[in-house]
């Protein structure tokens, strides 16, 4: 049974930082890319991709909000995947999901808020 399992995030003061944890466990991590996904405040569903890092680490994408101030990494031997955020803005709040990237198996999310 795949389980995703995401930590970190909370309330933070613009300009702030944060980093987002996220740990699958139950299949094989290595040959997976991985991508976290930002669902805005009052929408529904899982919201727009933010970043995605490719196998072995090789490549990554950013959203074009967020590129300068979000990085992704990955730990292959931990398992797990990163999002660092810097210079947080009140506009990167929302619920933030990792996702096994092209399967369906997603974290439960994690609540980021930025404000004053």
């Known amino acids: 049974q795949v389980e995703v399992v995401q930590s970190g995030g909370g309330l933070v003061k613009p300009g702030g930082s944060l980093r987002l944890s996220c740990t699958p466990s139950?299949?094989?991590?290595?040959?997976?890319?991985m991508a976290w996904y930002r669902q805005a405040p009052g929408k529904e569903g899982r919201g727009e991709s933010v970043?995605?890092?490719?196998?072995?680490?090789?490549?990554?994408f950013y959203d074009v909000a967020v590129k300068g101030r979000f990085t992704i990494s990955r730990d292959d031997a931990e398992n797990t995947t990163y999002l660092q955020m810097n210079s947080l803005r009140v506009e990167d709040s929302g619920m933030y999901f990792c996702?096994?990237?092209?399967?369906?198996?997603w974290g439960q999310g994690t609540q980021v808020t930025v404000s004053s």
């Open positions: 996702n096994v990237y092209g399967t369906g198996y």
């Open positions: 139950g299949l094989t991590f290595t040959p997976y890319a």
């Open positions: 970043a995605r890092i490719n196998i072995r680490g090789g490549e990554t």
